[in-house]
Nanobody, 124 residues
Framework: QVQFVESGGGSVRPGGSLRLSCAVS????????IGWFRQAPGKEREAITC????????DYADSVKGRFTISRDNAKNTAYLQMNSLKPEDTAVYYC?????????????????WSQGTLVTVSS
């Protein structure tokens, strides 16, 4: 029942920027955590960021701190991920995820709800 509309992926040069968006509907929680994980070829799934709908608190993986910024528009049930200073290592499929809270998004080995993903390619 949970539905995602994710956009913003594409191909950029190293040092470039992209902005992802994720709008979610059909969930039942009054408050939630929404964020992204990514999966690159040959690599394990990596949770990269989350923002709480309740207080706006954020969490970032060390690999993206200082370069990525997550924000939200609660009225639209939408999150945005501004990705700056992109590196080839950021190349991956980026999946938006929503759960009861950001602890689940960032640290649970199991995620129940996630998007179809959008491909981000960073190359020269």
């Amino acid at each position: 029942q949970v539905q995602f509309v994710e956009s913003g992926g594409g191909s950029v040069r190293p040092g470039g920027s992209l902005r992802l968006s994720c709008a979610v509907s059909g969930f039942t929680w009054d408050y939630y955590g929404i964020g992204w994980f990514r999966q690159a070829p040959g690599k394990e799934r990596e949770a990269i960021t989350c923002i709480s709908s309740s207080d706006g608190s954020t969490d970032y993986a060390d690999s993206v701190k200082g370069r990525f910024t997550i924000s939200r528009d609660n009225a639209k049930n939408t999150a945005y991920l501004q990705m700056n200073s992109l590196k080839p290592e950021d190349t991956a499929v980026y999946y938006c995820a929503i759960e009861q809270n950001c602890e689940v998004v960032m640290y649970s080995e199991y995620l129940e709800f996630w998007s179809q993903g959008t491909l981000v390619t960073v190359s020269s």
